[in-house]
């Protein structure tokens, strides 16, 4: 998969080359090309905002710098990307759509600092290719970097080879599967005592039935407690006379 991310601060793109992501760049897996949209700024001052039209406070991305930067990047590889632009105003960013984007080619990312990008650079994009404007969550981040991270992450662990054991996202919280409706539950591993707390017994009696109750009421159990919404807008067939007993 190849990935570009246009910003004027491309050093806060740097975790990119850590850990998961940075080992999947290595391994030739991820395509990461990191760019300075003030390279296609071109006054003195390499200037990429301006004052909003209808006034107002802050400042607003002038479209020239973008349409030159996503004219040049976008004409510098084959196949079909997809632009996604991190908005507070965008759609929700769901493991859905991380899925989603895990099958593209090619995903082009446009974090904004200042109020946002003037509007004329999503329309002029959305007649051409796919763009998707797309929120983290519901609190105003002061730009779309963090975003950024935020999905790189969702959408390479999902790719194939990337995470070292496929298993190790089936039962992630929001994957689609029997548990699709619950958060994960708790878990330990060694030793089997710590500052005087055990285990639960369950989990060392070698009883697979018994153990797979257990962590499905412990998921039930968390999900009331955190995210009752789950619950609620779930298919009520998700859910067994045991979970409802709980
Ligand atoms: Cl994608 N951008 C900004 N600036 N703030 C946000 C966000 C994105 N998602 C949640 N808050």
């Known amino acids: 998969m190849r990935l570009d991310v246009v910003t004027i601060f491309p050093e806060y793109l740097e975790p990119l080359n850590v850990s998961l992501v940075g080992k999947a760049r290595a391994r030739g897996q991820l395509d990461v090309r990191i760019h300075d949209l003030r390279e296609w700024a071109h006054d003195k001052h390499n200037t990429v905002d301006d004052t909003p039209y209808g006034g107002g406070p802050g400042m607003v991305m002038k479209p020239e710098p973008w349409g ?93 080879g990337v995470l070292g054991n496929a298993a190790s996202h089936q039962d992630d919280s929001f994957a689609p599967g029997a548990m ?41 159990r968390r999900t009331d407690l955190n995210r009752p919404d789950l619950i609620e807008r779930a298919d009520p067939a998700a859910f067994d006379k045991h979970d409802r007993a709980i």
């Open 180 to 220: 699709a409706d619950l958060l994960e539950g708790p878990v330990y591993t060694k030793p089997p005592e710590w500052r005087g707390r055990g285990i639960p017994e369950v989990l060392v009696s070698g009883h697979h039935g018994k153990i797979a109750r257990w962590r499905r009421d412990e998921a039930f």
């Open 68 to 160: 030159e930067a996503l004219d040049e990047i976008l004409a510098s590889g084959e196949g079909e990307p997809v632009i996604v632009v991190p908005t507070p105003s965008g759609a929700p960013f769901t493991q859905q759509l991380a899925v989603e984007l895990s099958a593209k080619p090619w995903l082009v990312f446009t974090p904004a600092r200042y109020e946002g990008i003037d509007r004329r650079v999503i329309e002029e994009y959305g007649d051409r290719v796919d763009v998707r404007e797309v929120s983290i969550g519901d609190y105003v981040l002061a730009g779309g970097e963090a975003p950024v991270l935020v999905m790189v992450e969702a959408v390479a662990r999902l790719l194939p």
